[in-house]
């Protein structure tokens, strides 16, 4: 079973070595998990909140989707969008408005950190507050609750937000009949490293303390490394390692034989100038790679927009269906809905089972030159796939079988050229309709997916079916 992990990046600055330690690695990772379903997205609605500078949102965003990219992240694995590109958010976040409590909202810590400092300063109580500030917590319930998930990797100061969500999914659930939400979860990652900064406080831009990951190059690496404050201990004095800024940051990034061997050279005597020279050495070893795949993404940003919509097309597939039961629920109908309803008045006294959707299916023909192939058309009817010609009709059922069995997450799908291909065992079997736009492939990808995990069921539960009856008889 798969568990969805979703992330939001607020695209408000440049990535530091604390954003990749903490963040950009920790997801890359989890996201090569195969039981994780990976959504990654830049909070660029968020951002806005905390930054009215457009050209450092613009330029974050773009400085963020390259970060990932570089560090490994396989955007056909994960799904990885801007919340600003998903419509279904916003319509998403007023649908919850309408059933958060103010009293909820006044006891989020952001927004009463933000009246106490003002009634510390004999200031108005809600000075310099914005509705944006005191609405977050709603924005990022839809953000979660759009897709639906499992688990929400955040830091212990993001919890309350992660509770709030899941009162806020309750209350809707509640309110309108039905389980519309799963609850999600706080997920804590203790093991994730936080850097210190360039003064020893935790690496963050409020306090203009952060090494660059990839922005201004080596050199602005070598010299962000050599600024960080040491204590005044001489070359040949035994140094601290416990509370050293540097082996903390060495530790995050090296083997442990290599942090022995740095946490040697400091009890040994090692200078302050020459240990920031092994750190960034260590440092640049790792880093070096994913920059120069940083600057390549940054020169071509046609192609990331290419990449970042086809990941929007992933996750509105998911949302936009959510959205739109959520709409019907709230009494958001079409007007053809009323006339349906009032034709029918047994129907509205009583309403009746919705019909069974139908399956996905296959459809077997033969060609003018005497070969056999199938199709398969998705519960919509719409064609998803064509395999390709056989001779055999028997050589055509077996990969019918295979294909029946498969499931959406076990399917070698790729793109070639303006289709989706289906691979087995390393050759192509099938091919989807021609799509020139790469957003409208991607979500092919995820129907197709999709269609193959129902017949998987489907075909699953016919056998637990004979196998009843066989038993039976």
Request: charged share 25%; aromatic share 6%; with cysteine.
């Amino acid at each position: 079973m798969h568990t969805r992990v979703l992330t939001g990046i607020t695209t408000t600055g440049t990535p530091h070595l604390g954003n990749f330690v903490g963040a950009i690695r920790p997801a890359v990772l989890a996201s090569k998990d195969p039981n994780v379903d990976a959504f990654y997205f830049m909070a660029d609605y968020h951002a806005l909140i905390k930054s009215d500078d457009a050209n450092r949102v613009e330029a974050s965003r773009l400085q963020i989707a390259a970060s990932f990219l570089a560090a490994g992240l396989d955007p056909d694995v994960a799904t990885f969008y801007r919340q600003s590109d998903i419509p279904e958010v916003p319509e998403l976040m007023w649908l919850l408005t309408c059933v958060t409590s103010k009293g909820l909202l006044n006891r989020a810590h952001a927004y009463k950190a933000a009246v106490d400092r003002n009634i510390e300063q004999q200031e108005d109580a809600d000075a310099g507050v914005t509705a944006g500030l005191y609405m977050y917590p709603v924005l990022m319930a839809a953000d979660i609750l759009a897709f639906n998930a499992n688990k929400v990797p955040v830091g212990r100061d993001q919890i309350q937000h992660i509770e709030m969500a899941r009162d806020i999914a309750q209350r809707f659930n509640h309110t309108y009949g039905r389980e519309f939400f799963v609850m999600p979860e706080a997920h804590i990652e203790e093991q994730v490293a936080t850097l210190p900064g360039l003064d020893g406080r935790k690496m963050s831009k409020s306090y203009d303390n952060t090494i660059p990951l990839f922005e201004g190059g080596t050199k602005g690496m070598r010299e962000a490394i050599m600024k960080i404050v040491t204590d005044s201990r001489a070359p040949g004095e035994p140094k601290d390692s416990a509370n050293s800024a540097l082996f903390t940051i060495f530790k995050a990034f090296a083997t442990p034989a290599e942090t022995q061997a740095f946490e040697e050279a400091l009890h040994g005597g090692i200078g302050w100038g020459e240990a920031k020279t092994v750190l960034f050495e260590r440092v640049e070893a790792d880093v070096a790679p994913m920059r120069a795949r940083y600057e390549d993404l940054m020169a071509r940003p046609d192609d990331m927009e290419d990449i970042l919509l086809a990941g929007a097309a992933k996750a509105r597939a998911i949302a936009g269906p959510l959205v739109e039961t959520l709409r019907e629920a709230v009494g958001l109908r079409n007007a053809r809905h009323r006339r349906k309803v009032a034709d029918e008045p047994a129907a509205a006294a009583a309403p009746a089972a919705a019909p069974k959707a139908k399956p996905p299916r296959f459809a077997s023909f033969r060609e003018d030159d005497g070969s056999f192939r199938f199709r398969l058309f998705g519960a919509d009817g719409e064609e998803l796939l064509l395999s390709r010609s056989f001779a055999d009709p028997k050589a055509a059922g077996t990969l019918r079988q295979t294909l029946a069995t498969l499931g959406g997450a076990q399917a070698a799908l790729e793109s070639q050229g303006d289709r989706i291909v289906l691979l087995v065992d390393g050759a192509v079997v099938a091919e989807g309709q021609s799509y020139p736009d790469e957003a409208a492939r991607a979500a092919l990808v995820l129907r197709l997916r999709t269609a193959l995990d129902v017949l998987a069921a489907v075909t699953a539960d016919e056998a637990a079916a004979k196998a009843a009856n066989k038993a039976a008889g």
